[in-house]
């Protein structure tokens, strides 16, 4: 009985060193950021150098080479690109909406086409609804013809704005196709955001699907929307005009950027850490997803000038297209496969550059108990909130390849003020909240790293 109490009290001694030993790892690197950050000046450099980088363009090539210089100033073991096939799709002219209410002067919204929209110039009443069922419930006679106002608000009661995104996206995903099979000419959405603001939010609409005609597709601000409804009510014939100029162009090549320290023990096995280098073109694409490539980038400099070694390979892939088409991600999966590479885990972030409160994970088992008990390591940089049902859209490829998924989660309160619209500039991201989201993807990847899966 002496022995086996001797043995669990070495024991006990050594998860306390083991754990104490980690904590000091995680406050160093916490310290180091803080104290001598570069993700801060790194996002700067791309906003200012790099903001409007849709797919396609030139200012998306000029990024891809930005980020490739930038990655080589870290001496990584490896850095390279990695060639995708990109849709090309342009904007064109600013976008200009407005109505006559009452045959008095023209009352002027705000608008902007939904990415993947064809151009048009359309005129006609308007017919307001909130779902998918509320118009097909009308019929096409009330359609045919006519404007759809998809004006379906998310939800303010949801504390997770994420979730609240996510119960009213499908309109700005599918609005087109639905209006178009019941006979409209163009469709309306309400912006994705929880304010009430004159800024009209972008994002990536479906594809048309062969069995419709293609109508344009814009989204209107909540402010305009809240205005328009109202007039509606006073005069259901009002009548709308929407000018737009975009248009498709064949595809473009671009890249994936990629970096990596590699590992000394396992260096076939692959960590994953990662970001989209694209944004939409309504501004610099601070927020989604500058943030996230910047501090995925940072995490791995804290590792080299920290002198942590990895055991395993920790690869940073800066993603093209995961705005309007998620080439990238599928891409880089599709090699990955192809090269018979081993991903253990990958972690991405993108869900802006706010104050992180921890992470989530698409894990089960023993698996997900080991992250949950890495959260009281966390709590004193108030990273602690650990919880199930977590990945990313550029990481998904990699979930067929037995990949365990991950993503930081910062505070999402203002997200959707900033999301695909004019006002996410470098600007609005705060120095500090930044640097506390790159400390904790370098801290739970020292972790990942140091007890694997």
């Not at 694409?285 to 920790?314: C, F, N, Y």
Request: aromatic residues 10%; hydrophobic residues 40%.
């Amino acid at each position: 009985m002496k022995l086996f109490l001797l043995v669990l009290s070495f024991l006990f001694i050594g998860l306390v060193a083991t754990a104490q030993s980690d904590s000091v790892t995680i406050q160093n690197i916490f310290n180091e950021e803080l104290s001598h950050g570069q993700c801060h000046e790194n996002l700067r450099e791309l906003c200012k150098g790099y903001g409007k980088r849709l797919t396609g363009s030139p200012i998306a090539a000029g990024a891809v080479e930005w980020s490739f210089a930038k990655m080589k100033t870290y001496g990584f073991d490896t850095v390279y690109k990695q060639e995708v096939m990109v849709p090309h799709w342009v904007r064109g002219n600013p976008e200009k909406a407005s109505y006559t209410l009452d045959n008095k002067a023209s009352i002027n919204v705000s608008v902007c086409a939904l990415g993947g929209s064809i151009g048009g110039n359309i005129k006609g009443n308007i017919v307001e609804v909130h779902s998918f069922d509320e118009l097909r419930a009308l019929g096409k006679d009330k359609v045919k013809g006519k404007i759809v106002f998809f004006n379906r608000a998310m939800d303010d009661t949801k504390i997770n704005t994420f979730e609240a995104y996510g119960g009213a996206v499908n309109q700005r995903g599918r609005g087109a196709n639905e209006a178009s099979y019941m006979g409209a000419v163009g469709v309306i959405v309400r912006t994705m955001s929880v304010g009430i603001n004159p800024f009209p939010h972008t994002g990536a609409m479906m594809r048309y699907t062969d069995s419709v005609t293609k109508i344009p597709a814009c989204a209107i601000s909540t402010q305009d929307a809240e205005m328009l409804s109202k007039d509606l009510k006073r005069n259901p014939a009002l009548n709308f005009s929407l000018a737009m100029s975009c248009q498709w162009f064949p595809d473009t090549l671009s890249h994936n950027v990629i970096c990596e320290i590699r590992g000394y023990e396992h260096p076939d096995q692959i960590i994953v850490i990662g970001g989209h280098l694209d944004a939409w073109d309504m501004a610099e694409g601070a927020h989604d997803d500058g943030a996230g490539v910047v501090q995925s980038l940072e995490a791995l400099r804290l590792m080299k000038q920290l002198g942590i070694k990895p055991k395993h390979t920790i690869r940073v892939v800066f993603f093209m297209n995961e705005e309007n088409g998620l080439r990238g991600g599928v891409k880089y999966a599709a090699v990955a496969k192809a090269n018979n590479e081993k991903h253990l885990f990958a972690l991405e972030s993108d869900e802006g550059g706010f104050t992180p409160r921890g992470f989530a994970m698409d894990a089960t088992g023993d698996t997900l108990n080991k992250f949950l008990g890495y959260a009281n390591l966390f709590k004193p940089y108030h990273m602690q909130e650990f919880r199930d049902g977590g990945g990313g859209s550029d990481i998904g490829p990699l979930r067929d390849l037995g990949c365990v998924m991950m993503s930081l989660t910062p505070d999402s309160q203002r997200y959707f003020d900033f999301h695909h619209a004019a006002t996410d500039v470098f600007e609005g991201v705060n120095k500090r909240e930044l640097e506390l989201g790159a400390a904790g993807i370098a801290s739970i990847i020292y972790l990942v790293d140091k007890y694997g899966m």
